[in-house]
């Protein structure tokens, strides 16, 4: 597996986020609830899950075309079970603090900053492929091609997808992928409006209890961290 730094965007699910004001239920036990259940896995485990590619959110992930005189219905269907046979995962790579492609990562993955930001590196258990973009399907002449391009077309997605900068693994033997998790990000829509912790030295006592909570789960050596407000790109470390 390559090395580097990545990041997993995932929601959160709490009545106090609802989008103007942070209020409501306690953020560190909103954690508990069983719709934050497969987050909590990835904090406590420290593992992300791997799927098969009919569960991907994009009807074109996987793709590929074929010459109907070389490939007949059988092999079509050996093809597909190979690849549901498959298990992806897939993660971002570290974006930069003004890159402002993450906005868009924020606002995607976790509903408008409504959600955490996992940043992680690899265990060096798996390889990691770059994904590619590209609008062109791979032409397949015969069974043996999708062997030899599978991996391609495995790690190929429409070039709007590219603002993602997503890497995968592939594996055949486990829907789990062991990673080192180096710190947190609490996403914006967790702050109150007003909210600027220049003014006060000190985040709210929500806040404070919610970074508790993600570290007794864990490990004390992994930084949580929130924006200084809701407008600004600089990162603060919640301390206890």
Not at 48 to 69: I, M, P, Q, W
Request: charged fraction near 35%; proline fraction near 1%; aromatic fraction near 12%.
């Amino acid at each position: 597996m390559s090395g580097g730094e990545y990041s997993k965007f995932r929601p959160f699910y709490c009545s106090g986020l609802d989008g103007k004001i942070a209020r409501g239920e306690d953020f560190h036990r909103a954690l508990d609830n069983k719709k934050n259940r497969f987050l909590k896995e990835i904090l406590v485990k420290k593992q992300l899950h791997a799927s098969s590619f009919n569960k991907f959110n994009d009807t074109l992930e996987f793709v590929f075309g074929y010459r109907r005189s070389e490939i007949n219905r059988e092999q079509l269907q050996e093809i597909f079970d190979i690849k549901n046979d498959l298990k992806i995962c897939s993660f971002s790579k570290k974006f930069r603090s003004n890159d402002s492609r993450e906005r868009l990562m924020w606002a995607h993955y976790t509903g408008g900053d409504r959600g955490i930001r996992i940043d992680f590196e690899s265990d060096g258990e798996y390889e990691i492929y770059d994904v590619k973009y590209e609008n062109k399907a791979k032409i397949l002449n015969s069974l043996d091609d999708f062997s030899r391009n599978a991996i391609a077309i495995l790690t190929t997605k429409m070039k709007p997808w590219a603002y993602e900068r997503e890497c995968r693994t592939i594996t055949h033997d486990t829907d789990k992928i062991k990673i080192k998790i180096k710190q947190i990000v609490i996403g914006r829509a967790f702050l109150r409006l007003g909210f600027d912790y220049y003014e006060t030295n000190k985040f709210d006592d929500n806040i404070i209890k919610f970074a508790r909570k993600i570290k007794r789960l864990v490990g004390d050596d992994v930084k949580v961290l929130t924006y200084a407000n809701r407008y600004l790109h600089e990162l603060i470390v919640i301390e206890n």
